[in-house]
């Protein structure tokens, strides 16, 4: 593409490269956090997306400093220009957004289990506003201090042309970092709740309806306070160029003077040099992936994209799913969830047990059963030590017998009622067996007794 008095810069090849790959590493935190309906979050991922595509897009259509034979950019540039603005305010509000919802979560005097209808509709409005309706006033203001249609710089491309007057000040350039101190405040006001519920914060998460758990808080919060911390310098710095290079030349406004020069389109080289601000992006990139794309579920979406473009032939660690791993490791958790169902039926069945007698004792000495459950249960294990062996021992000892047996000789059974649809246990307390009850389910066991010997 270069030739030897105009050749191909280093950055025109590697700026659209690492593009493409935070894009590529954007995709996975950007499909997590629109499952989790986090709208700030999402806008933006999804405003870095869009600006690493125009790296791309530049960086290959005007690659050297060749300006004789660029393309003039008609339409493309005439859209790039207009996006570029609104991203400008749109990147800080949306990190503004996401300080404010983690300064709600944590706020403890207004948290409901179920937000009102009001809550709601603050919170949408003012994601809204930031995310959707301040970038959208954005374009449509800029046509009054646009002085021409935009200018073409090699590697960076398009590139926005203000007029020499305080009207860019105040609608283009001031906005940015007012929008970046709001944010301030409420990341200030995230790391004051953060120390004062330090010992309640996974408490109040857990009872908060932000679908965000503690590791989550964490990494959203730790990713927009390095944003912050880097947009922040980088906006005054944009606040103070600009108008310290055209404080000498400022004028009054004029929209005829403003725009006499609009169709001029004005192609400068660059020589080899990209502009500082077409770095943000891709290094934002490789942020959302290290804080948002190194889990399980990223690693599948980033397997599914790469099946898709037809990677999965030439690597085996693409083909591979892990599906298997995962029916596995949920078919063990399902054996073990009905191991620990059975043991909490069979531990509450035992300590639910009476016995259908009205005397507390029977004929061959032994105690009610329910007595001595109830006594095991105040005194300690290691006051009795035998009381499991006797119980393991008694246990051995059961059988079944026949039905007509327990009416011959009803002095020699025992009948034990497991009751169902109760949470505490009960006393040994004399109940009648009454076939109208239809909230209690009684399994008997017919347990025959073998003399002892008195």
Known sequence: MGSSEFPLYPQAVIVPLLAFFSIFVSIAPLVLHWKNRNLPACCLIGWFLILNL???TNAIIWPTDESTTWWNGVGLCDIEVKIMIASYVAVPGDIMCIFRGLACVLDTRRATLVPTKQQRWRNQFMELLFCVAVP????ITQVSYQANRYMIFAISGCVNSFDESWVSVLLG????PIICFIAAYYCGLVLYRLHKYRSQFSDILNSSNSKLNKSRFMRLFLLSFIMLIAII???IYVLYKNVEGTLPVWHAYSWERTHAGWNIIYK????????FDRWIPIVSGFFFFVFFGCGRDAARIYRLI???LGLGHCFACVRTSPAGTDASTGHTE????RAKLLFHKKWSSSERTCINDPLPTFRTGRTNLEEQTAHNGKTSWLKSPFSALRRSYSASRERM????????DPTSTICTNAWAGTSHSRGSVDLPSTASNQDIIRVKQVISQESEGV
């Open 306 to 308: 790469l099946n898709f």
């Open 401 to 408: 017998i026949p039905l007509p047996a327990l009416s011959s």
């Open 233 to 235: 310098p980088v906006q």
């Open 54 to 56: 125009f790296n791309i």
């Open 136 to 139: 959208i006033i954005a374009m």
């Open 173 to 176: 350039f001031i906005w940015p």
């Open 334 to 337: 399902s054996r073990g969830s």
């Open 268 to 275: 400068v080289p660059s020589n080899g040099q990209a502009f």
